[in-house]
């Protein structure tokens, strides 16, 4: 897929060095204006209307929140305002716009109890302050911007930033053993997929107008499922092509890792609407990852 369409106003992509923004300011083209801290901040709502004056934007993609699952334990306000608070100043100003906002939210969402993929129409049940923060957010963008379209994904990782491939990698070329959670299930999402998604919504709207039916949540996710300990392992397989050394991987259970915040034991999501509304499926996750890992280990330009 190529970037967007060189015609159009600019394209406003909130969420600064991260993984998301990263990927879509490589992938979209010129009119992406990325824009982060301290320029533009959820804690200082005054910075988003200024950024809106002066970018005058066609369309907007939230990538920006709190995504730090157990901080966000300790600090349930300022997850507010990033996950809640902020998008909802965001989303009002694209109804003033007359703009399309992409939302994107988090498998978190959900407790994992379900045992099957999630549908979008499924009730939200989060067990912690990240997860109840975004499904807080999810709402509140929706209520504030008829033209918005929420994006659920799960498990983002990228060759760059600091992410769950990444780390695993460096532990990897340090110790001998790993032990990685087993019992927790989800699809595992390169941001670079994830960011094309976003490009193919968006041309997709320019293209043909928005429609009715493009509003409401949707989920966006790799295809395929795994747990953490086969990310891990598929993931140092991968690098081991690259000459990193393979320590040995082993599976404990959620409970032999405790953290403040509960996560999601089953958290995979159904992405057939998606699909259906949009013509979008991203690819499997292997595929991905593979794909993302020759990046990471790429050598220097000589």
Known sequence: MSALSAEGGAILVTGGAGQLATSLMRLGGPRIHRVGRPMFDFDRPETLTATFAAVQPAAVVNAAAWTAVDAAEADEAGAARANRDGPAILARLCADAGIPLIHVSTDYVFDGDKGAPYVETDPTSPTGVYGRTKAEGEQAVLAGNPNTVVLRTSWVYSATAKNFVRTMI?????????????????????????????????????????????????????????????????????????????????????????????????????????????????????????????????????
């Open 170 to 302: 460096n532990a990897g070329e340090k110790n001998p053993t790993l032990k990685v959670v087993g019992d927790q299930h989800g699809a595992p999402t390169a941001s670079d997929d994830l960011a094309e998604a976003i490009l193919a919504i968006l041309q997709r709207i320019e293209t043909g107008g928005w429609q009715d039916h493009y509003a409401g949540i949707f989920h966006a996710a790799g295809t395929g499922e795994t747990t953490w300990h086969g990310l891990a392992v598929a993931a140092l397989e991968a690098a081991r092509k690259h000459g990193r050394t393979m320590p040995e991987v082993l599976a404990i259970r959620t409970a032999d890792w405790p953290t403040p915040a509960r996560r999601p034991a089953d958290s995979r999501l159904d992405c057939t609407k998606l699909e259906q509304v949009f013509g979008v499926r991203l690819p499997p996750w292997h595929a991905s990852l593979v794909r993302t890992v020759d990046e990471l280990l790429a050598p220097p330009p000589s």
